[in-house]
């Protein structure tokens, strides 16, 4: 069993910037993947950043120069650096850990309004 809870979202102007954190608990030796995704209103989960277990990261093409994920060697915390935000940024941020399981985080709210 792992457990997962991000924290750092919050209401930001367009251009700022936010980090979001995700702390993970419990088995977290099993831990392989570790993404960000992200689900605003009236839409699909989608995928915004991923890092495998061996380092390699990828992102949503609508992030690519503005996100950076970032997780520690610990498999404890991950991470999303999220610079120069626009209002279609605007979502609810979940953290996602895969062991032979996918296991996710409550979310968190962020929102890009002026």
């Known amino acids: 069993q792992v457990h997962l809870v991000e924290s750092g979202g919050g209401l930001v102007q367009p251009g700022g910037s936010l980090r979001l954190s995700c702390a993970a608990s419990?088995?977290?030796?099993?831990?392989?993947?570790m993404a960000w995704y992200r689900q605003a209103p009236g839409k699909e989960r989608e995928l915004v950043a991923i890092?495998?277990?061996?380092?390699?990261?990828n992102y949503a093409d609508s992030v690519k120069g503005r996100f950076s994920i970032s997780r520690d060697n610990s498999k404890k915390w991950l991470y999303l650096q999220m610079n120069s935000l626009k209002p279609e940024d605007t979502a609810v941020y979940y953290c996602?850990?895969?062991?032979?399981?996918?296991?996710w985080g409550q979310g968190t709210q962020v929102t890009v309004s002026s």
């Open positions: 890092i495998t277990s061996g380092g390699s990261i």
């Open positions: 996602k850990a895969d062991t032979p399981w996918a296991y």
């Open positions: 419990g088995n977290i030796f099993t831990i392989d993947n």
